[in-house]
């Protein structure tokens, strides 16, 4: 069953504390990106990566770090410099080289910090 | 700068009557534009496309290179077309793929 899957569904974190987002597809998708969804703001990019090894920073890439060492994997770590975390964060896919060609979306994590 | 406009954030309609989603972009290349939609407890997931010219679910858009826009139609609203709808703008430039999407436009469909 092909698809997209972020884990986990709910995450609490305590201020101060860094958090990985996990993300992972098997679309065989070259393009990942991560995006923060918040009320009336839309969907903002914060880091999106075309290739193993290389990602770059969107819109709103500060207090955020990526990884991209595995084609089916670009965790988002939230550190504690993220000045106001508490978000819906989506991860999403595409193939990078055909044109034309939509984003694939996993069903997101909420996270909170108490 | 790529941007896409969205300028309600919501739009209310009476069942049948017809809809109008707005969405204007700004680039400089060749466009690649779409909608999504996203349903109540469901995740995103692409409505059309503006290459297809199709129609999905009775909705239709059509881009206007002239008013840089690609509105979303449907000439009678359901109950079940409630939902979030964004508009995004696929933007390739030296080998990288960047999508940017508008601040969304949620559509409630009155009874």
């Known amino acids: 069953d092909g698809g997209i899957t972020q884990s986990p569904k709910y995450l609490f974190r305590k201020e101060g504390q860094n958090v990985t987002l996990s993300c992972e597809q098997n679309?065989?998708?070259?393009?990942m990106y991560w995006y923060r969804q918040d009320p009336g703001q839309g969907l903002r990019l914060i880091y999106y990566?075309?290739?193993?090894?290389?990602?770059q920073k969107g819109d709103i890439a500060e207090g955020y770090s990526v990884s991209r060492e595995k084609k089916e994997s670009f965790p988002l770590t939230v550190t504690s410099a993220q000045k106001n975390p508490t978000a819906f964060y989506l991860c999403?896919?595409?193939?990078?080289?055909?044109?034309?060609?939509?984003?694939?979306f996993g069903q997101g994590t909420r996270l909170t910090v108490v | 700068a790529q941007r896409v406009t969205q300028p309600e954030k919501l739009l209310s309609v009476f069942k049948g009557a017809p809809v109008e989603l707005k969405c204007n972009y700004s680039?400089?290349?060749?466009?690649?534009l779409f909608w999504y939609v996203q349903y109540s407890r469901q995740r995103l997931q692409l409505l059309l496309r503006?290459?297809s010219r199709e129609s999905i679910k009775g909705f239709t858009a059509d881009l206007n290179k002239g008013e840089t826009s690609f509105h979303l139609k449907k000439p009678f609203a359901q109950e079940e077309d409630s939902a979030m709808y964004y508009c995004?703008?696929?933007?390739?430039?030296?080998?990288?793929?960047?999508?940017?999407f508008g601040t969304g436009t949620k559509l409630q469909v009155i009874p």
């Open positions: 680039y400089s290349g060749s466009p690649e």
């Open positions: 995004a703008l696929n933007e390739n430039s030296g080998g990288y793929q960047k999508v940017t």
């Open positions: 990566s075309q290739i193993v090894n290389d990602f």
């Open positions: 503006h290459i």
């Open positions: 679309l065989n998708h070259d393009a």
């Open positions: 999403a896919s595409s193939p990078r080289t055909v044109a034309n060609t939509e984003a694939f």
